[in-house]
C-alpha cells in the first residue's frame, strides 16, 4: 500500500469542504446517496431478523409482526422504502451519467428533481396499495 | 510536484480498480430489479400470517429469487460501504481494521439469510 510519501506531513493547504459551498439540489442529492446507502446497509439487518424469524417459527414470526404493526415499527419501514426508492431512483440518474448522459447542468438539476418525485411517489403508491391489500 | 520515477517504478497499478466500479453497477441493476419484485410480492402479501409467508417460501422460484437478492444486495452493500470507509477514514490502521469489521459483518449476515432460505425452502 503506497502512500503519499513526506509531502502527506507537512500542513498543506486544503481544498474547501461541504460548509464553504451554497447548497444545491444536485449537491444534497449526491450527499443522500451514500447517507441512504449507509442506511440500507445497516437495514440488512431487518431483512435478516426477518428472515431469520420466519425460518425460526410461528412465535418469533410473531414478534416481527407485532413490531412491524406498531406505529413506531411502521414508521420505520415506511422511512426505509423511502430511502430504497430515493437510493433506487438516483442509483439509475448514475447509470445514465455512466452511459455518457445528462451532464449539462440544467439536465442535471432536472434529474434531480426527477428523482426525489419518483421516490415521493413511488414510496407512496407502495404503501397505499399495502394497505388496500392488507 | 512530481513523484520521482524510482517510487512509481515496481509498484504500479493493481489492475483490478474496475473490477469495483463494474460489479456495483452491476449489482446495482441486479438489486433493482429483484428489490422491485419484492416489493410487488410484498404488497401482495400484505396483511398474510406465518403459514402463507411459509407456504410461499416453499416455491422455488421464490426462494431462488430471494437467495438473488440477498446476495447481490449485500455484496452492493459491501462495495458501497468500502467506498465510503475509504473516503473518510484517513488513518490507515483503522481504514483497515473498519473494511475488516464491515466485509465480516457483512459476510456473516449475508451467509445467515441464505441459511435461513434454503431451511424455508425445504420447509423445514
Known amino acids: 500500500m503506497a502512500r503519499a510519501s513526506k509531502s502527506g506531513d507537512r500542513a498543506r493547504p486544503l481544498s474547501p469542504h461541504l460548509q464553504i459551498y451554497r447548497w444545491w439540489l444536485t449537491m444534497a442529492l449526491s450527499i443522500a446517496h451514500r447517507v441512504t446507502g449507509s442506511a440500507l446497509a445497516v437495514g440488512l439487518l431487518l431483512l435478516t431478523w426477518w428472515l431469520v424469524a420466519l425460518a425460526a417459527g410461528p412465535e418469533s414470526f410473531a414478534t416481527v409482526q407485532a413490531v412491524m404493526h406498531n406505529p413506531l415499527g411502521g414508521l420505520v419501514l415506511f422511512g426505509y422504502t423511502f430511502v430504497l426508492f430515493l437510493h433506487m431512483a438516483n442509483g439509475i440518474r448514475h447509470l445514465v451519467w455512466d452511459a455518457g448522459y445528462g451532464y449539462d447542468k440544467e439536465v442535471a438539476r432536472q434529474s434531480s428533481q426527477v428523482v426525489i418525485g419518483a421516490a415521493v411517489g413511488l414510496t407512496l403508491l407502495t404503501w397505499i396499495l399495502i394497505f388496500i391489500v392488507g | ?124
Open chain 2, 1 to 124: 510536484m512530481r513523484t520521482a520515477i524510482r517510487q512509481v517504478r515496481g509498484l504500479g497499478a493493481a489492475r483490478e480498480g474496475v473490477g469495483h466500479w463494474k460489479l456495483q453497477r452491476l449489482t446495482a441493476i441486479a438489486n433493482a430489479i429483484l428489490i422491485l419484485w419484492f416489493i410487488v410480492t410484498a404488497i401482495g402479501m400484505a396483511g398474510e400470517d406465518y403459514l402463507a409467508w411459509r407456504a410461499w417460501f416453499a416455491h422455488p422460484l421464490a426462494a431462488a429469487m430471494m437467495l438473488l437478492l440477498v446476495v447481490s444486495t449485500f455484496w452492493h452493500a459491501r462495495l458501497g460501504v468500502q467506498v465510503v470507509i475509504e473516503d473518510y477514514v484517513h488513518h490507515e490502521g483503522v481504514k483497515v481494521a473498519a473494511l475488516t469489521a464491515t466485509t465480516l459483518v457483512i459476510f456473516a449476515l449475508g451467509t445467515v439469510c441464505v441459511v435461513s432460505i434454503l431451511k424455508l425452502a425445504a420447509g423445514g
